[in-house]
């Protein structure tokens, strides 16, 4: 089977993140199994236009919008024999691929964008954003099966898009490689450590979580902060941390290999991360097998990712947020207790399972287009 994937980015994007690690994953296993894998997605500065990561032909064009305005063109001139069904993953703006293919499609869904918008682009294409999410991705995709990556995503689908109800959602949690994210024989960080590890976006709300650092180290004086990761937000975290005085306990890695990745995950005390939504939360989840707690306030994905008291905590507001974090980091007790649920948990989830149900999906869509 040829499976033609529209995404927004690449896992080779500097701004790549649990959504660029889900495709991947899965294509690498639907490679294996013999099918063809191609990628349209944005060009950033400095990558080809034609590329290939580790089996999968990718064509790149266009920046951020333009991408989407270049997608039919690409799609009529180079990728049109490349497909026999069409996943396209809806990054808040859709390809609307159904608008110019007649090859079966299916949708994925990370989660919900709507309050997302303003944040993230301004006042007013925030705003048509929004309205593009809400009224033109049901329209569009009414008869397609809609792929979402947790039960919150789904009722967003269900619950904020218009007619949302009537959409085919489905929904396929996201995977570990167990093999790479496990626990191992390093020891903790000497002090206690909070780690934030992933794209620094506005709507992570990296800000917040520095600001907390000062209370937990009111219980935890020598707690530290460490945030790795990058992203068009720096700028802003960067500015807290002098704000508050905080650059002796607050650190920034910038981006880190996976190897790194991995290291940091089980060195840990306890990951946290401050974000307004998530479709699910990887980081979590891959904290976690490597024997990680998670600490997150108490929002839709996130709080299907951490089972709250027994793999972390989940908070309604600053002070509770503050006051998980200090728990953890001085009660080994508490912290020992939730590091072993945590790997017990991550045990449920992995990237075969994830891949396979995908493809059972567009297999299903392959079909029934047959059949009409």
Same mark, same amino acid.
């Given at each position: 089977?040829?499976i033609?994937?529209?995404?927004?980015?690449?896992?080779?994007h500097?701004?790549?993140?649990?959504?660029?690690?889900?495709?991947?994953?899965?294509?690498?296993?639907?490679l $294996?199994?013999?099918?063809q894998?191609?990628?349209?997605?944005?060009?950033?500065?400095?990558?080809?236009?034609?590329? @290939?990561?580790e089996?999968?032909e990718?064509?790149?064009?266009?920046?951020?919008?333009?991408?989407?305005?270049?997608?039919?063109?690409?799609?009529?001139?180079?990728?049109?024999? /490349?497909?026999?069904?069409i996943?396209?993953?809806?990054?808040g703006?859709?390809? $609307? *691929?159904?608008?110019?293919?007649? /090859?079966?499609?299916?949708?994925?869904?990370?989660?919900?964008?709507?309050?997302?918008?303003?944040?993230?682009?301004?006042?007013?294409?925030?705003?048509l954003?929004?309205?593009?999410?809400?009224?033109?991705?049901?329209?569009?995709?009414?008869?397609?099966?809609?792929?979402?990556?947790s039960?919150?995503?789904?009722?967003?689908?269900r619950?904020m898009?218009?007619?949302?109800?009537?959409?085919?959602?489905?929904?396929?949690? @996201?995977?570990?490689?167990?093999?790479?994210?496990?626990?191992?024989?390093?020891?903790k960080?000497?002090?206690?450590?909070?780690?934030?590890?992933?794209?620094?976006?506005?709507? /992570?709300?990296?800000?917040?979580?520095?600001?907390?650092?000062?209370?937990?180290?009111?219980r935890?004086?020598?707690?530290?902060?460490?945030?790795?990761?990058?992203?068009?937000?720096?700028?802003?975290?960067?500015?807290?941390?002098?704000?508050?005085?905080a650059?002796?306990?607050?650190?920034?890695?910038?981006?880190?290999?996976?190897?790194?990745?991995? &290291?940091?995950?089980?060195?840990?005390?306890?990951?946290?991360?401050?974000?307004?939504?998530?479709?699910?939360?990887?980081?979590?989840?891959e904290?976690?097998?490597?024997?990680?707690?998670?600490?997150?306030?108490?929002?839709?994905?996130? @709080?299907?990712?951490?089972?709250?008291?027994? *793999?972390?905590?989940?908070?309604?507001?600053?002070?509770?947020?503050?006051?998980?974090?200090?728990?953890?980091?001085? &009660?080994?007790?508490?912290?020992?207790g939730?590091?072993?649920?945590?790997?017990?948990?991550? @045990?449920?989830?992995d990237?075969?399972? *994830?891949?396979g149900?995908?493809?059972?999906?567009?297999?299903?869509?392959?079909? /029934?287009? $047959?059949?009409?």
């Open positions: 089977m040829k033609l994937i529209f995404s927004w980015k690449d896992l080779r500097p701004w790549a993140g649990g959504s660029e690690v889900n495709m991947h994953e899965q294509a690498e296993r639907w $294996a199994a013999g099918h894998v191609t990628l349209f997605t944005s060009r950033p500065a400095g990558s080809r236009r034609h590329d @290939n990561i089996g999968v990718v064509f790149r064009a266009g920046r951020r919008i333009a991408a989407f305005l270049l997608a039919p063109i690409y799609y009529a001139l180079f990728l049109r024999r /490349k497909a026999d069904v996943l396209d993953i809806i990054n703006i859709p390809f $609307a *691929t159904p608008l110019y293919s007649r /090859k079966p499609v299916v949708a994925l869904v990370h989660h919900v964008h709507r309050d997302m918008f303003v944040p993230e682009l301004g006042p007013f294409l925030g705003r954003g929004r309205a593009i999410e809400r009224y033109l991705v049901p329209l569009v995709y009414r008869r397609r099966p809609l792929i979402c990556v039960e919150s995503t789904a009722r967003g689908v619950g898009l218009f007619r949302g109800k009537l959409l085919d959602t489905r929904v396929v949690f @996201n995977g570990i490689d167990c093999s790479t994210y496990c626990t191992g024989l390093c020891e960080f000497e002090k206690p450590t909070v780690l934030y590890l992933g794209r620094l976006k506005p709507y /992570k709300q990296l800000p917040r979580l520095i600001r907390m650092m000062p209370t937990v180290r009111e935890v004086p020598d707690a530290e902060l460490l945030i790795a990761g990058a992203g068009e937000a720096i700028l802003e975290a960067e500015a807290e941390v002098k704000e508050i005085g650059e002796d306990y607050v650190r920034f890695l910038w981006d880190v290999s996976d190897e790194e990745k991995v &290291d940091l995950y089980r060195r840990a005390w306890v990951t946290a991360t401050a974000s307004m939504i998530e479709g699910w939360g990887l980081t979590v989840i904290a976690n097998a490597c024997g990680t707690p998670a600490v997150a306030f108490d929002v839709p994905g996130l @709080n299907e990712s951490i089972v709250d008291g027994r *793999t972390g905590m989940l908070a309604s507001d600053d002070t509770e947020f503050a006051r998980c974090l200090a728990d953890i980091l001085s &009660d080994e007790g508490l912290r020992a939730l590091a072993a649920g945590a790997v017990e948990w991550s @045990n449920s989830f990237w075969d399972s *994830t891949a149900m995908t493809l059972k999906i567009l297999e299903e869509a392959v079909g /029934k287009d $047959a059949e009409r």
